[in-house]
């Protein structure tokens, strides 16, 4: 076991970067300008700005409760990556919000998520999103992500 | 028929994240369905290429808050307060349709379940429980 984790450098350094990479190359968290804070060891850290493409309610201007939905579950995915000490496909099996208070307008919003365990086939997650204190969350989660076990070939740069 | 389609239609084209998703409204009597049409701006991995799962579940939020405003109007603005999402089957490159089942209104409370499918109605790609704050029927 130590064995094959011993010829990666630094095993941890290079789950950052796949997570880094997974959040660079999803289209949709592109569009929205979902941006890493900070990823260690199980916990990441993103931010969304406040673009006019996400308001839900246009009275306010208020963002969409989904918009949180999608930072919380794309946070949340990046911390299953950041827990893995090899990296597996994951696809979200279930995904609880609840939503403390609206996000204040024209301001960024945060999410920190934290992968607190890794079985052989399933991760669970929780976070919260927060605009100015994680200690007053505009949203809180509790995920659970499967974690397929087939090898992936060749799923960063093709050939393989 | 119609003229209820176009004031649900000009209700989402209101929504800047709405009109950012491409959400398009039907309308059956008070049976609704939302679709979201596929594009790459919705897309979470496109490696294989699958829709955010995030963007299944805010699809399903607003089939929700739209079923809930062909019911009981616009003026009872609900606001979010939990969901449950449950994800079945990948969101692959295609049509994506969600209809949405009122269980209770109360005088508070409303709670709404909500189905995702592509292809076929039987087989749903991702399923959605929620709960919302209303606010009190005007008299």
């Not at chain 1, 941890?12 to 900070?38: I, K, W, Y």
């Not at chain 1, 919000?97 to 999410?111: G, L, T, V």
């Not at chain 1, 934290?114 to 079985?119: L, R, S």
């Amino acid at each position: 076991m130590g064995l094959k984790t011993a010829v990666m450098s630094d095993p941890t350094e290079t789950m950052r970067n796949m997570a880094q990479g997974m959040n660079q190359g999803s289209p949709h968290a592109r569009e929205l300008g979902f941006d890493v804070v900070s990823m260690e060891e199980g916990v990441a850290i993103m931010k969304a700005p406040y673009l006019d493409i996400m308001v839900g309610d246009p009275d306010t201007g208020v963002i969409a409760g989904g918009v949180v939905t999608t930072l919380l579950d794309h946070c949340c995915g990046s911390a299953v990556h950041l827990a893995m000490k090899r990296f597996a496909i994951i696809a979200t099996l279930d995904l609880r919000i609840d939503y403390m208070r609206p996000a204040k307008p024209r301001m960024p919003i945060f999410a920190r998520a934290e992968c607190y365990k890794v079985t052989r086939s399933v991760a669970f997650v929780r976070a919260v999103a927060y605009d100015e204190s994680p200690d007053d969350p505009v949203a809180a989660a509790q995920a659970a992500f499967m974690l397929d076990s087939t090898k992936v070939k060749g799923l960063f740069g093709g050939a393989a | 028929m119609t003229g209820a389609t176009e004031r649900l239609q000009a209700m989402l084209d209101r929504i800047p994240y709405a009109r950012f998703l491409g959400l398009k409204a039907e309308l059956a009597g008070d049976e609704m369905t939302l679709i979201l049409p596929f594009g790459m701006h919705i897309v979470g991995n496109p490696v294989l290429p699958a829709i955010h799962g995030g963007v299944l579940g805010a699809f399903m939020e607003m089939t929700a808050l739209a079923q809930l405003s062909v019911k009981e109007g616009q003026e009872r603005q609900p606001r979010i307060i939990d969901v449950s999402i449950e994800y079945l089957r990948s969101g692959r490159s295609l049509t994506t349709y969600a209809r949405a089942d009122i269980k209770k209104v109360g005088r508070r409370i409303a709670n709404v379940h909500v189905e995702a499918w592509q292809e076929q109605r039987a087989q749903p790609i991702a399923a959605l429980r929620a709960h919302f704050l209303i606010g009190p029927a005007e008299d």
